[in-house]
Nanobody, 125 residues
């Protein structure tokens, strides 16, 4: 599956953004979808993920209560709604996918084998 992330931008602290991850190919519903981010000088970190069944989601503690992940299998698209953005949310955000991914690896980069190109999110204070 090929992934295309979009929706990033420059916003102020407290604002909201919705990222989209559009997937090509069939069987989108069979893929775990994850969001990761990488800030300058830092390692890529897990943000959120949703299982292929749609019934299981995970969030990093740093975004819990502010970010919401969802998916629309009819549109082959996953979303990350980001509210109450903070300057520390500034990063390049990547979406990732893994067909029938393992539950225990959903919060780890090695649990995915398809990655989008990333979209920049910048939050000013």
């Amino acid at each position: 599956v090929q992934l295309q992330a979009s929706g990033g931008g420059l916003v102020q602290a407290g604002d909201s953004l919705r990222l989209s991850c559009a997937a090509s190919g069939r069987a989108f519903r069979d893929y775990n979808l994850g969001w990761f981010r990488q800030a300058p000088g830092k390692e890529r970190e897990f943000v959120s993920t949703i299982r292929y069944s749609g019934g299981t989601t995970f969030y990093a503690d740093s975004v819990k209560g502010r970010f919401t992940i969802s998916r629309d299998n009819a549109k082959n698209t996953a979303y990350l709604q980001m509210n109450s953005l903070k300057p520390e949310d500034t990063a390049v955000y990547y979406c990732a996918a893994k067909k029938w991914g393992i539950l225990s690896l959903m919060r780890q980069a090695e649990g995915y084998d398809s990655w989008g190109q990333g979209t920049q999110v910048t939050v000013s204070s």
